[in-house]
């Protein structure tokens, strides 16, 4: 039988700055951590909103958080990656 969907919320401040972003990435980490101890046999996927896809991103460049998310839902995330071009 299987148990119910649960849902648990993370909050971040919203400022969308680099330092803003990076805190909430720390705190993810940590939030992910917790909600895995205390669910260690349920299949965990994050959903997320906006900027916190980019949040949750870094977030999955931690191997142990890799290793505990089944997978990620982003929406109406404006993925920021930035990488050289040659202009010329």
């Known amino acids: ?6 849902f648990e919320q993370f909050l971040w401040s ?5 330092t803003s972003r990076s805190k909430a990435v720390e ?3 940590s939030h992910l951590a917790d ?7 349920a299949r965990h996927f994050v ?3 906006s900027h916190v896809g980019n949040i949750a991103f870094q977030a999955m460049r931690d191997k142990a958080v890799e290793a505990r998310i089944a997978g990620v839902v982003c929406l109406s995330t404006p993925f920021l990656w930035a990488s050289p071009r040659d202009l010329g």
């Open 1 to 6: 039988m299987h148990e119910p969907v649960r």
């Open 14 to 18: 919203g400022w969308n700055t680099v």
């Open 27 to 29: 705190r993810l980490i």
């Open 35 to 41: 909600v895995q101890k205390r669910w260690p046999d």
């Open 47 to 49: 959903v997320v909103h």
